[in-house]
């Protein structure tokens, strides 16, 4: 390629979390893999993990000023502003350089992008995670050319279901490729213990943090295992304080990249239902606790998560959001995971086999067709 030839603008329309940003980097790292002429924007928030993962990803980051979705009396016209005028931003950065593909990744920052692009005729396309789509996807899937959904059950819920493809959810390569004894390594772990690792996901989970913390004469029984604990940035000193005066080793992380490491030396997960979260943990193929996030009205989490334990795929624990009975549910799961090999084993087992490693690939190539003005997707039949 050389330096006169125009490179080719592909943009991730949404963020805020790692959630919504993980699968949407996996893809762009697959698609740029495949054409290394295109470069990656992501029309995100202006929330700090949005920066943080697009520059260690040598992508852009476009901060919209579109605001999360209300129905607040007083704030809805706040956030009809700021919709609107990231529409017209992107409007006229689109007009400035037309993208090739615009790939919507759910939640409220992806709609202004989508709805510029799609009124522009630039091909666009969406991908939903959860099993029940939220509201921003299911009010732009008439606008896109096509949704790339990682549950078969998810497709019932879109009634163009033509354009609805399954592709499983993108994960980062590691997910894929690291080994349990290169990750313990990595990690500086004992290598003669079980690994119990505890995720709130990106922004941590308070309700999950002080359920373990209540369990501190649990972790002192079970001197076989040892702790990783992702907390989160604003519980991290509390947890690291906690553990610390119990007398318990756990290593406390408020945040990793590494989470491919943290899973692969996992021998049981303690994790939100996040969508991205349950594609990782099958991927790699570990037991897990799940609580799902209790504050949705729409239940996105529990339904993710009741499609793994109804297949026995993941034992399922309700966040009451009170930390003395989450530890007394918590507690139930856990002496009997910790203390029986053989369940977890079948946990991880099932779990394994839900797992999917090619999401990434197929969606990049799907983007490609759809940017080369290919109908149909190169992986149809």
Known sequence: MTSTQKRRLF???GGGTGGHLYPGIAAAEELRKLRPEFDVVVYG???PIDAKLTESHNMGLVVQ???PFTTNPKKIFGFLRSYYK?????KKAFTERKPAMVLGLGGYAAAPAIVAAAKMGVPTALFNPDLIPGKANRKLADSVDRIYVQWYESIEHFGRATKVKCSGCPIRAGFATIKKDAAIKALKLDPSKKTLLITGASQGAWSINTAVLELMDLWKKMSDWQIVHLTGANDLKGCRTAYAEAGVN????AFTEHMAHCMAAADLVISRAGASTLAEITAVGRASILMPYPFDKKQHQLANANHLANQNAAALVKDANDPAVNARRLRKELESLMASDHRRERLAEIA?????HDAALTIAKGLIALADGERDDPDDE
Do not use: C, K, N, Y
Not at 86 to 90: E, F, N, Q, V
Not at 352 to 356: L, T, V
């Open 11 to 13: 943009v991730l329309a």
């Open 45 to 47: 928030t202006p929330r």
């Open 65 to 67: 000023p579109v605001q």
């Open 86 to 90: 990231s529409i017209s931003a992107a």
């Open 250 to 253: 756990a290593m406390t992380l």
């Open 352 to 356: 394994g086999a839900m797992g999917r």
